[in-house]
């Protein structure tokens, strides 16, 4: 297969790279090339004529796309759109990957793929106006839905704990926000499956289970040997974006292809064993 990977430098895109070395792969990112540059994109798509694009190019940061809305729907939303129209083009396969924030938290139960979303955010509202792209616009679709990636090299809440527990020597956490922390090569794996399969649609994939971020960050000190390190809970975070409380993303059309993402602590573990 050619596989075109926007995002390509990200925690996602460079895991993607490594599951799917053995197909012919173009990866892409800034600066090479802006997804939200509609013609740059056509012509680079146009000139390796992909069988899919996985489009994981995304303006991640949730508080600066509260902060900036035009530039998060600019880059996830009119930039996904460019994506999905190239592949309109080409007769490409596009796979989306969007966001558990497209759900508020309020339902009480884990979300299936077929709940209607309820986005709090810019953020969540860009990635959603991304899918609605995708599904307007590209012949043939996947939009993975994920939660909380971390991997190796990446920005993430892993790197950050224990960066602060490093310079603070102590750290608070929140116990009343809470989500399912996935390895990016853990999603790697289950995209490189799911590819083949040309069962087009909306999926959910994390890693299986839920913690709060006091959970999370208690179980990365202790597999970082740091365990002497006091965690104080708390509740309340502030911050420029709203997020939703508790959003578990349950995997019911990727578990009837037998897709299913192992326990999050199983792959945290995977995560201080890999080499930095
Ligand atoms: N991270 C999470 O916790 C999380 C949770 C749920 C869903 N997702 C979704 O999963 C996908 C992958 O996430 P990730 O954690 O791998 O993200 P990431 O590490 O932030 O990588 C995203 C990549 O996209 C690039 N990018 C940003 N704007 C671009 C543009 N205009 N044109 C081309 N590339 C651009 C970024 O470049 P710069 O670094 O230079 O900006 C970065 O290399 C994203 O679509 C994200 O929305 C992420």
Same mark, same amino acid.
């Given at each position: 297969m050619r596989i075109a990977i926007t995002g390509s430098k990200g925690q996602l895109g460079t895991a993607l790279q490594a599951r799917l070395a053995a197909e012919e792969l173009l990866p892409l990112d800034l600066p090479e090339l802006d997804v939200t540059d509609a013609a740059d994109v056509r012509r680079t798509l146009d000139a390796f004529?992909? +069988?899919?694009?996985?489009?994981?190019?995304?303006?991640?940061?949730v508080d600066q796309c509260e902060l900036e809305p035009e530039l998060a729907y600019r880059v996830n939303a009119l930039g996904s759109q460019n994506v999905a129209l190239a592949c309109q083009r080409l007769g490409a396969t596009m796979l989306y990957v969007s966001t558990d924030?497209?759900? +508020?938290?309020?339902?009480g139960a884990p979300y299936v793929e077929y709940d209607p979303p309820a986005p709090l955010s810019i953020y969540a509202r860009s990635k959603l106006a991304g899918e609605w792209a995708t599904q307007t616009f590209a012949p043939r679709f996947y939009i993975v839905r994920t939660a909380w990636l971390y991997a190796r090299g990446g920005r993430n809440f892993v790197e950050t704990v224990l960066r602060l527990a490093r310079e603070r020597g102590s750290l608070s956490m929140v116990t009343d926000e809470a989500g399912s922390p996935t390895y990016a090569p853990d999603l790697a794996q289950a995209i490189a499956r799911l590819l083949?399969?040309?069962?087009y649609g909306i999926y959910h994939f994390t890693n299986a289970g839920i913690a709060s971020r006091f959970d999370w960050a208690c179980e990365i000190l202790r597999l970082a040997g740091l365990r002497h390190v006091p965690v104080t809970p708390s509740q309340g975070y502030k911050r420029p974006a709203p997020v939703p409380r508790l959003v578990e993303l349950r995997n019911l059309c990727g578990e009837s292809l037998g897709i299913v993402l192992r326990p999050w602590q199983e792959a945290l573990r995977d995560y201080f064993e890999a080499a930095p």
């Open positions: 004529r992909p +069988d899919v694009v996985i489009h994981a190019a995304a303006l991640t940061n924030y497209v759900f +508020d938290g309020s339902k083949p399969t040309e069962q």
